[in-house]
């Protein structure tokens, strides 16, 4: 079992940049990982997954080219940088790690989430 906790979140001007951490309790080396967001009112939506080997990264059509999901496994750590922030991507982000070679809509493992608040 892994547990995560996501940081970095904060409150930033529109256009503005904000990185997240999240950072495992165990080698994440074995496990796919990723990012969702949830606005209030809203569903859970899938943002960003990098594959256990970070040779597979994929985007949603609202964040792809904005934000970058990278990996570094010898610090258990995760990251989403956030360039060009709009006000719509304020929302609760959530890191997640699944135990498959390429995240799923439903992990096995979430973060309590991180606020971002865009103003506009």
């Known amino acids: 079992q892994v547990q995560l906790v996501e940081s970095g979140g904060g409150l930033v001007q529109a256009g503005g940049s904000l990185r997240l951490s999240c950072a495992a309790s165990g080698s994440i080396f074995s496990y796919a990982m990723g990012w969702f967001r949830q606005a209030p009112g809203k569903e859970r939506e899938f943002v960003a997954r990098?594959?256990?080997?970070?040779?597979?990264?994929y985007y949603s059509d609202s964040v792809k080219g904005r934000f970058t999901i990278s990996r570094d496994n010898a610090k258990n750590t995760v990251y989403l940088q956030m360039n060009s922030l709009k006000p719509e991507d304020t929302a609760v982000y959530y890191c997640?790690?699944?135990?498959?070679?390429?995240?799923?809509?439903?992990?096995?493992?979430w973060g309590q989430g991180t606020q971002v608040t865009v103003s506009s």
């Open positions: 990098i594959s256990r080997s970070g040779g597979a990264i």
């Open positions: 997640a790690a699944d135990r498959t070679v390429i995240l799923t809509t439903t992990p096995d493992y």
